[in-house]
């Protein structure tokens, strides 16, 4: 007796196929239906699976491998983040003034300018100030900036007063107004640090219309599918998040790629939102879900927010973004307890050492996959610690590779001094000592290109940059691992190591075709790869 199998709807042919499963590493077609992957075989296998509706798309000498996912983005909030004037080529104050005087002229009507991605490093050591902003566009206009990690905003000196900021100001959360050191006042300076303080002036910006938005967030997702990225892990559910993905995914077209969410939970929220928090975690749809909550333990190094054990060369960095850190703890036992994947940005080594110590007391059944964000400077005593506790590191290569400089003159290498800065992103220590280490880009710190962000953790210098120095060379992964952080340990990052993260027969139907073979091509070089095809649960949501 024989049962009737459907026809594949669609089988994917190409030279090389890394299937990253170590029970056939190399394919070179693989039949799709439904969704799932249900075969994986040789050029000479497809005449017999094909039938007569099945599409058979032969990429020749392309490289096929499992879609990429990444581990850390935040496409909505991302969408207010990356408003207005670009700033991420800004070197120096003086480009700050002319970029602002050169895009303001794009700004249409409204009275904000707005501008995104400005680097610390711009103010070449002096006080970040906004004075800038006054030299460029005059005492009166309403400036808004989102630095480049998203975690400070520089704003006009009108804005402040639009705002009713005219001192600092007490937080929840180590959020705060800098003011000037020089002024007996405490004038404050434009700069705010952290959401509590930014959304001072934040929520003074107008909001962007909702049909805008969707066209927005549809383009991102599609360039993102254009890259190779089947799926990415969204920190953001908050405000109009579900309403914006539910609106997106509803349409013909759907979401591009899969999107994973974990909504914020911040010290200022009580136990009703942790049940909220619990309760989210049922909302699912087409392409998307949430799953997992996110926590911050500390901010950035480069904001003198982080946590670490001793102060920075400022004197800052000395405080948990939780007042009292007990309470996270207390938190993520919670949320562990009710089946809820977690998810910490942890920067200093403070920071690092109470999330894990914090993981290391949970005793929830079946046990929830756990993941620490970030992880910039690493002691050598908790190397090991994530293998031991089977928490995943979740890192950023870009972070280190654009913000950093191997000769330490950068804002964050100064701030931490020659020992910590030696601490610096350690991929390599962390794969050696057995932890599962997902990368990603955290869009719109950095950009989502995954090709670009493997071939700046094989190489620990920015990718098409040849002439620059790598930063701790001995940190560089192999091709396999960079491979394996987005495909591989993504999806055991997510507790899907059963079906997704491989190409074999049962799992999800999400794949990539490269023109060039990410294991083996020169990574500057791969950095450029085309990308032929990419297949999100069994549709081609993009081709070239
Ligand atoms: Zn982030």
Redesign the pocket.
Known sequence: MTHHTPDPRLIVVADTVHTLDPARPHAQAVAVTDGTITAVGDRADVAGWRGKDTEVVDLGGATVTPGLVDG???PVMGLVLTAGVDLTGVRTRGELVEALRAGVGDVRGGEWVRGWGLDPNAFEGAPITHEPLVTALGPDALVHITLFD?HSALVSPRALERAGITGPREFRSGARVVVAHDDAGGRPTGHLLELEAMDLVGDLLPPEAPADRRRRFRDLLQSMAATGLVGANA?DFEGGSADLVVAVADEEAGLPIRLRFAPFVMPHHGHDHLEHVVDLQRSAGRRWSVDGAKFMIDGTIDGGTAWLAEADAHGESTAPFWPEPARYTEALRFLAAHGVPTVT?AIGDAGIRHVLASVAGLDERPRVPHRV??IETLPDDLVAEFARLDVTASMQPTHCTHFTRADHSDNWSQRLGEVRADRAFRTRDLRDAGARLALGS?WP?APFDPRATMADARLRRTAGRREEEPVLPGQALTALMALEGYTTHAAHAAGLGDRAGTVRAGARADLVAFGLDPLSADPDEFAQSPVHLTVVDGAVVHRS
């Open positions: 850390h983005v935040h998203a920190m940005h964000e970030h955290d710190i």
